[in-house]
């Protein structure tokens, strides 16, 4: 198809196609003449993956394109995929200037309470919880006895089911650990939103309260 | 104290302050002289809060705006608090031709399916979960049989507790709210990453491996 079939088949504007065909992060298509190119459909499945990437995921252009390269050319091995995965959504979501800094005594500290094996090279990892941890101090809240552990127990628990899932052909599990991280964020935070709210009601409902028949999830 | 000296104080650059100034987020000092005014403790604790919400949180000028404007003037009704929160949170987060727009089927009918209770008026919430299931598609990820109902007793139960904690005093429910929302999500987000890594460890070392001696969370 014609880059306009391909925008209208995509919702995507014709501009921002050629954008991300600049970029790199779409591929070419078959040139049919010097000023024409065929597309299929490779191109629409890349599409949407990048706007899923770009949308829900909240990446940058910069940490999609790194994402993608990871995609389109996965580590050998099984557990190096997690890594690379992780390593291609980091590029865009941490300060440059913090990227590799060993410098995550939190992070550190609760990691060896909770007894968890991560790469000690792997300082990218550590800094989001040192980050996310003086987060929470600069903001002047303090979690609850026993919230951290509790966080920790609840995403160790999902984290162990996830990593069962992961499919054992290199490309399909990159793709599944890149996505699965990358667009199940999202999910999980709306959900949490939703689960407060719908816990305050069930709170806040006197017995009789039309709330009361919310039942289990 | 002078603004160099909140400078130094906070560690942010008297550019950045001024600029908070103009924009509102930081509340003006005590005029001293014509071009000089006094700065407390107060601008300095609001200065670590903005730049929790901008840095950890994630959240943009805007938005950081609004919870602020909330955190300073919040709703006298508990369950209200929550709602206020959250809206002050999408108001930053959301395409704005999104905002407020009623289709969001998939996400009712998990809604429903669950028995969550939730304001059917709220369609910023709905609608973030409709974008999170939307980006899965999109992405062509297909999370595995009984991963959406896993995801959502998790937040479920983690979010009873958490709405457990809230303070009954309405200012300080609002910061409890506010600041749990925003600054506890990529506190999950990081710790989720950890566990995968640690479950992919475990997964993919042998028992002779030292992997194996790791322990619970």
Redesign the interface.
């Known amino acids: 198809m014609r880059i306009s079939e391909l925008a209208a088949a995509s919702d995507v504007p014709v501009a921002t196609i050629k954008f991300y065909l600049r970029t790199g992060l779409l591929h070419d298509g078959r040139q049919t003449a010097p000023r024409q190119a065929d597309y299929d459909d490779g191109h629409l499945?890349r599409l949407?993956?990048i706007?899923?990437?770009l949308?829900?995921?909240g990446l940058s252009v910069a940490a999609a394109g790194e994402v993608l390269r990871q995609l389109d050319d996965p580590p050998e091995?099984?557990?190096d995929l997690?890594?690379a995965a992780?390593h291609a959504l980091d590029a865009g979501a941490q300060p440059k200037q913090e990227q590799q800094q060993a410098d995550h005594p939190r992070a550190d500290a609760l990691?060896e309470a909770?007894?968890?094996?991560?790469?000690p090279e792997?300082h990218n990892?550590?800094r989001?919880?040192e980050?996310?941890?003086?987060?929470?101090e600069?903001?002047?809240?303090e979690?609850?006895a026993g919230?951290l552990?509790?966080?920790?127990?609840?995403?160790?628990?999902?984290?162990?089911?996830?990593?069962?899932?992961?499919p054992i052909n290199p490309p399909d599990a990159m793709?599944?650990?890149v996505?699965?991280?990358v667009?199940?964020?999202?999910?999980?935070?709306?959900?949490?939103?939703?689960?407060?709210?719908?816990?305050?009601?069930?709170?806040?409902s006197g017995p009789g309260a039309?709330?009361a028949?919310?039942?289990?999830?």
Chains 1, 2 share one sequence.
């Open positions: 499945a949407r993956l706007r899923a990437l949308g829900a995921g091995s099984g557990h997690l890594g992780h990691l909770w007894g968890w094996q991560i790469d792997d990892a550590r989001g919880l980050r996310a941890l003086q987060g929470l600069d903001g002047g809240f979690p609850p919230f552990d509790m966080y920790a127990a609840a995403m160790r628990e999902l984290a162990t089911r996830e990593v069962e899932q992961v793709r599944y650990v996505l699965g991280t667009l199940v964020e999202p999910l999980l935070l709306a959900l949490r939103r939703l689960a407060q709210q719908d816990a305050s009601r069930r709170m806040f039309p709330a028949q919310s039942g289990g999830a």
